[in-house]
């Protein structure tokens, strides 16, 4: 079992509210992810960072930001959520950048109504 | 056994049969890949990973076979079990080894 939690695991929320969606790692891992996931469809890469201190955007367009103040805490922020929204979550950790596994949590499924 | 000679989003086999689940990757300055198996309601999980300087890979019960020619990953699947039923997904790390890019998944439906 991977040391990387999310919570929470599912959340229905309102057209226009604000959510955050936790992510933490117990590894000491430098690399961190976000994923999108429609069902039964590829993830999608929506954001990453390096470090603390450092994040940037993935190569599907995302109206979410993400902040990396704790090497081991990469929260997903949605300032005002859309039915667009809906879709699966899910956060990794990797000990370096793209050629080494990356260990995923268990996803936040998301459904905005 | 079962194989799917190109991508197919679904893969049928009979308990103890053999799989064989294919993925064609597209960047070929990718040198890193790697099989993910997901449940449902859950996470990837790893299965086996393969570097570009091998041509095979064994793990128990699981193979994967890179072929850069062709740009084509396989993973086999030896006598496989009801609860090898999942999607996989395979996925390699591209040109800027930024982040492992996912291909399409293959759900793996084992009966018994």
């Known amino acids: 079992e991977a040391d990387i939690y999310q919570t929470p695991r599912y959340l229905v929320i309102g057209t226009g509210k604000k959510i955050t969606l936790e992510c933490s790692q117990t590894?000491?891992?430098?690399?961190m992810y976000w994923y999108q996931q429609d069902p039964g469809m590829e993830l999608h890469l929506i954001h990453y960072s390096y470090g603390v201190n450092s994040t940037e955007k993935g190569d599907l367009s995302s109206e979410s930001t993400v902040s990396r103040i704790r090497t081991e805490h990469f929260p997903l922020t949605l300032e005002s959520a859309r039915p667009s929204h809906t879709s699966q979550y899910l956060c990794?950790?990797?000990?370096?950048?793209?050629?080494?596994?990356?260990?995923f949590g268990q996803g936040t499924r998301l459904t905005v109504v | 056994g079962e194989s799917v000679g190109l991508h197919l989003p679904t893969l049928s086999v009979q308990e103890g049969d053999n799989s064989i689940i294919n993925c064609a990757y597209s960047n070929s300055a990718s040198d890193y890949f790697i099989w993910y198996k997901q449940e449902s309601g859950k996470g990837p999980q790893f299965i086996i990973d393969i570097r570009s300087n091998m041509d095979k890979r064994q793990g128990q019960r699981v193979t994967v076979l890179l072929n850069k020619t062709v740009k084509h990953l396989s993973l086999q699947i030896a006598a496989t079990q009801p609860g090898d039923s999942a999607v996989y997904f395979c996925?390699?790390?591209?040109?800027?080894?930024?982040?492992?890019?996912f291909g399409k998944g293959t759900t793996l439906s084992v009966s018994s």
């Open positions: 990794a950790s990797s000990e370096f950048t793209g050629g080494t596994e990356a260990f």
């Open positions: 996925a390699e790390n591209g040109q800027a080894g930024t982040a492992l890019i």
């Open positions: 590894m000491g891992h430098d690399k």
